[in-house]
């Protein structure tokens, strides 16, 4: 954002909303999923823990807002990253969070998490 100051309010208003649309755990975790390759419906629901049909919402959400494509394959869809620059996004978070400390660090790679509605 240095690079690009001042910027528009509009400017920030996509910003924020991009921030927003990363901001729900279901969602970061479809991601990740998503980062490991193509998954349709029922690979995710597998994973994740929840239900069909919240799956279904978070990842409306992210077609809508441009993370993720969909690919119709007969009665199926495929879900895909759109936007390469996710992976980085999480590898600075991550690195960040992972410089704090070791507390942080074993909190990102617990297996164990907690689904929300």
Do not use: W
């Not at 970061?28 to 998503?34: A, G, H, K, P």
């Not at 409306?60 to 996710?86: E, K, M, P």
């Not at 992976?87 to 960040?96: A, T």
Request: glycine share 8%.
């Amino acid at each position: 954002m240095s690079d690009s100051l001042p910027m528009s309010d509009r400017g920030l208003e996509m910003i924020a909303h991009r921030f927003k649309l990363l901001s729900e755990p279901t969602r970061l975790r479809l991601l990740q999923l998503l980062l490991t390759g193509e998954k349709n419906v029922n690979e995710l629901v597998e994973h994740i823990g929840t239900t069909q049909a919240n799956v279904s919402k978070h990842l409306g959400i992210l077609c809508t807002g441009g993370l993720i494509t969909r690919r119709r394959a007969g009665t199926s869809s495929y879900y895909n990253i759109a936007d390469d620059s996710l992976e980085r996004l999480c590898d600075i978070v991550c690195v960040s969070l992972q410089s704090r400390g070791s507390a942080d660090l074993e909190v990102l790679h617990t297996g164990n998490h907690q689904t929300e509605e």
